[in-house]
């Protein structure tokens, strides 16, 4: 196999990070909370957007154009691992699950979350 094709193969075999992730104001006490398949991804597609103006939620948007992008951290939460099982590639319902606990953990935390978009 020649060098390029074995580098997509093993491309196409990597697994991305799954888990969640939080975004804090440090001005307020609000955050934003998303879990994903791919952390590192949507955390980069995340940065771009606010970034650039034009993340899907609003409130979000405005305060980190007001506050500006020092005023806020982003870090991962919770890591979800991969099943043993090789053939599993869906794992929308614990990252759905996982959004959920963290959600209720941070609400008992008295932190206030970004409205989602209506």
Same mark, same amino acid.
């Given at each position: ?31 934003? =909370? ?6 590192? /991804?949507?955390? +980069?597609? &995340?940065?771009?957007? @606010? #970034? ?7 409130? =979000? ?6 506050? /500006?992008?020092? +005023?806020? &951290?982003?870090?991962? @939460? #919770? ?40």
């Amino acid at each position: 196999m020649d060098r390029k094709k074995e580098l997509k193969l093993q491309y196409k075999q990597m697994k991305p990070p799954m888990g969640i992730f939080i975004i804090r104001s440090k001005v307020n006490n609000k955050c934003f =909370l998303k879990s994903t398949g791919d952390l590192r /991804g949507v955390i +980069n597609g &995340t940065k771009a957007r @606010l #970034e650039g103006g034009f993340h899907p939620n609003a409130e =979000l948007q405005k305060e980190w154009k007001e506050f /500006g992008s020092e +005023n806020f &951290t982003i870090e991962i @939460l #919770e890591n979800l691992e991969y099943d043993r099982d090789e053939s599993k590639t869906d794992y929308s319902e614990e990252l759905e699950l996982m959004q959920m606990i963290w959600e209720e953990k941070l609400a008992g935390e008295n932190l206030v979350f970004y409205k989602k978009r209506v």
